[in-house]
Nanobody
């Protein structure tokens, strides 16, 4: 069974940091572009950051300079390091994957095939 499982969410104060993990099972992430998306109550889903097979990232303007996506193919896991968190970062964060060629860039739109269930991130004092 192909699965993506997120972890690492929680409650953090403004200005704090969290690292989210996205672990794959049933398939190898090497052949996939991976993205992180978030959805806050009453808002549409938003693409946050993605990483291509070659390790090139693409970040939303709202998180540039604060969030960093990385991948460890040996562990079949992708990470999202979130620093300088703001209350407006509060949302359920999902990772997602789609099959892509080696040199293709990743995107933050809806071409993703596999989705995780999400992990809650709450930024509040």
């Amino acid at each position: 069974q192909l699965r993506l499982v997120e972890s690492g969410g929680g409650l953090v104060q403004p200005g704090g940091s969290l690292r989210l993990s996205c672990a794959a099972s049933g398939f190898t992430l090497d052949y996939y572009a991976i993205g992180w998306f978030r959805q806050a109550p009453g808002k549409e889903r938003e693409g946050v950051s993605c990483i291509s097979r070659s390790g090139i990232s693409n970040d939303a303007d709202s998180v540039k300079g604060r969030f960093t996506i990385s991948r460890d193919n040996a562990k079949n896991t992708v990470y999202l390091q979130m620093n300088s968190l703001k209350p407006e970062d509060t949302a359920v964060y999902h990772c997602a994957a789609y099959l892509v060629t080696l040199r293709a860039p990743c995107g933050l739109t809806g071409q993703y095939t596999y989705w995780g269930q999400g992990t809650q991130v709450t930024v509040s004092s």
